[in-house]
């Protein structure tokens, strides 16, 4: 049995206004509703931090301490920032 369905099953007795608007939730959005105990028993990660410091890291290669770059730029900038981070010998900026 899911989360989902527990939930349900432990809620259905409640009948006060919250705990049915609670209910209906669930049931509305019950395919969306990730199964965290599942995705940990398959190993897989189910936080942000990775993503967060991933974005943190590109937000960091793109913009330095006072810089600022068009949209159609970024792609460029990202692989010359990149290059230069890592001490790539080509600091080429061809697409």
């Known amino acids: 049995m899911s989360a989902v369905e527990s939930a349900l099953r432990f809620l259905s007795p409640i009948k006060?206004?919250?705990?049915?608007?609670?209910?209906?939730?669930?049931?509305?959005?019950?395919?969306?509703?990730?199964?965290?105990?599942?995705?940990?028993?398959?190993?897989?990660?189910?936080?942000?931090?990775?993503?967060?410091?991933?974005?943190?890291?590109?937000?960091?290669?793109?913009?330095?301490?006072?810089?600022s770059w068009s949209q159609r730029n970024v792609p460029k900038i990202l692989r010359l920032r990149t290059a230069f981070l890592n001490n790539s010998p080509s600091l080429s900026i061809s697409t």
């Open 16 to 67: 006060q206004h919250q705990s049915q608007c609670f209910q209906n939730y669930l049931r509305k959005h019950r395919q969306r509703l990730p199964d965290y105990h599942l995705y940990q028993q398959l190993g897989l990660p189910i936080g942000s931090g990775k993503v967060e410091s991933t974005i943190k890291q590109i937000g960091f290669r793109v913009k330095p301490a006072g810089a």
